[in-house]
C-alpha cells in the first residue's frame, strides 16, 4: 500500500480515544492517555479528536505540550445533548460547551461533534424513554441545536457537527433527514458516522449526494453487514453490540473509497476521524488495529493525508 503523507492536500485522517476503547474520563479498565498518545503517534496519525473532556489534559498549556511533543493536533470535540426532553437542557448543554469548546478553540480546533442523548442506556441496556420522539419533541430539538450551533459559532467561532447514533431518536435515513429539514445548514450540519448510518441500513453515499451541503465532518467506521440483521432482529443494545457490531476495516460495511471520494468532492481537506466503537477492550489491542486500518485507508483512495 502507498503511503500518501506528503500530499499536500486531501481528507485529512485522523483517531479518537473511542478506538481505543476510551468512553469515560476516567476508567480503570482504560487506556492511560500518555500510552493513548504514544500509540496514536505510533500508528502514524496527526489529527486526533479530544474525547470524553477530562480524558486528556484539560489545562491548555500542559495538553498542547503532550500534543506538540508526538506532533498531534486536535481535530474537535465532543458534547451531549438532550433538546428533546425540554427544560433545563440547554444549562447542560452550555455547562459542556464553556469546557470542551474553550479547550478544543485554545488548541486551534473548530468543529464540535454533538451526539443526542440515547433512548437506551449505553450502559446497561435498560431503555430510558420511547424509542421516538413526537412532533413537539422533534420541535425542541429542532430548536435546541439550531441555538447551540448559532451560540457556538458566533461565540467561539466552532461549528456543530450533529452525529446521528445507534439507540438515539435520530438514527435512520428518515430520522436524519427531518433533522436536516427541521434545522438551518447555517448552524446544524452533519459529523457523518459511517458506521452508525449504516447501522439502521443508511446509504452512506447517497445522503452525501443529496445534501453536500451539510455534511461538515466524517468518522470512519464499519459494521458486520451479517451480524447486524441478528443485532436489530433481536433488538439487542448498542451498549451489548458496539463492540462486537463494529468491525476492523476493511472487514465490514461501507466501503471506505467511495465515501472518501463523495467526502473529497464536498471538501477536499474535510476531517476523517477513525472511530471504532471498542469499548471495554484488551488495552493490547487497539495499536495494531489503528496501524493497519490507517495503511487501508491510505492504500484505497489518493486523497488523503496525515498533515
Known amino acids: 500500500m502507498t503511503d500518501t503523507t506528503a500530499h499536500t492536500e486531501g481528507l485529512r485522517i485522523g483517531t479518537a480515544p473511542d478506538s481505543w476503547g476510551v468512553w469515560f474520563p476516567e476508567h480503570p479498565r482504560q487506556t492511560p492517555y500518555e500510552?493513548?498518545?504514544?500509540?496514536?503517534?505510533?500508528?502514524?496519525?496527526?489529527?486526533?479528536?479530544?474525547?470524553?473532556?477530562?480524558?486528556?489534559?484539560t489545562d491548555p498549556v500542559r495538553l498542547k505540550e503532550e500534543l506538540d511533543k508526538r506532533d498531534l493536533e486536535i481535530s474537535g470535540g465532543t458534547i451531549f445533548t438532550g433538546f428533546h426532553k425540554g427544560e433545563g437542557q440547554w444549562d447542560r448543554a452550555?455547562?459542556?460547551?464553556?469546557?470542551?469548546?474553550?479547550l478544543v478553540r485554545a488548541m486551534g480546533?473548530?468543529?464540535?461533534?454533538?451526539?443526542?442523548?440515547?433512548?437506551?442506556?449505553?450502559?446497561?441496556g435498560e431503555a430510558l424513554e420511547s424509542r421516538t420522539?413526537?412532533?413537539?419533541?422533534w420541535k425542541a430539538l429542532a430548536a435546541g441545536h439550531d441555538k447551540l450551533g448559532k451560540a457556538l459559532l458566533e461565540e467561539f467561532g466552532i461549528r456543530q457537527q450533529f452525529h446521528s447514533h445507534a439507540d438515539s431518536h435520530v438514527g435512520t435515513t428518515g430520522e436524519v433527514e427531518r433533522l436536516l429539514a427541521e434545522t438551518d445548514p447555517r448552524y446544524v450540519n452533519l459529523c457523518l458516522d459511517t458506521g452508525h448510518f449504516a447501522y439502521y441500513g443508511g446509504n452512506n453515499v447517497a445522503l452525501m449526494e443529496r445534501y453536500p451541503e451539510r455534511i461538515g465532518y466524517l468518522?470512519?467506521?464499519?459494521?458486520?453487514?451479517?451480524?447486524?440483521?441478528?443485532?436489530l432482529k433481536n433488538d439487542l443494545p448498542f451498549a451489548d453490540?458496539?463492540?462486537?457490531?463494529?468491525?476492523?476495516p476493511p472487514n465490514g460495511i461501507p466501503d471506505f473509497a467511495p465515501v472518501i471520494d463523495a467526502a473529497v468532492k464536498i471538501n477536499p481537506e474535510m476531517f476523517a476521524i477513525v472511530e471504532?466503537?471498542?469499548?471495554?477492550?484488551?488495552?493490547?489491542l487497539p495499536a495494531g488495529i489503528a496501524t493497519?486500518?490507517?495503511?487501508?485507508?491510505?492504500?484505497?483512495?489518493p486523497l488523503t493525508r496525515t498533515h
Open 219 to 231: 468518522h470512519l467506521k464499519q459494521i458486520d453487514p451479517e451480524l447486524i440483521w441478528e443485532v
Open 35 to 57: 500510552r493513548f498518545l504514544d500509540e496514536v503517534a505510533e500508528a502514524g496519525y496527526h489529527y486526533i479528536e479530544l474525547g470524553p473532556y477530562g480524558y486528556l489534559p
Open 292 to 301: 493497519r486500518t490507517r495503511q487501508h485507508i491510505f492504500g484505497c483512495h
Open 133 to 137: 420522539l413526537d412532533d413537539e419533541q
Open 276 to 284: 471504532q466503537d471498542m469499548p471495554g477492550c484488551d488495552i493490547d
Open 94 to 102: 452550555w455547562q459542556q460547551v464553556s469546557d470542551v469548546a474553550t
Open 241 to 248: 453490540s458496539a463492540s462486537k457490531i463494529m468491525v476492523e
Open 109 to 124: 480546533a473548530e468543529h464540535i461533534v454533538v451526539i443526542p442523548d440515547l433512548w437506551r442506556s449505553d450502559l446497561t
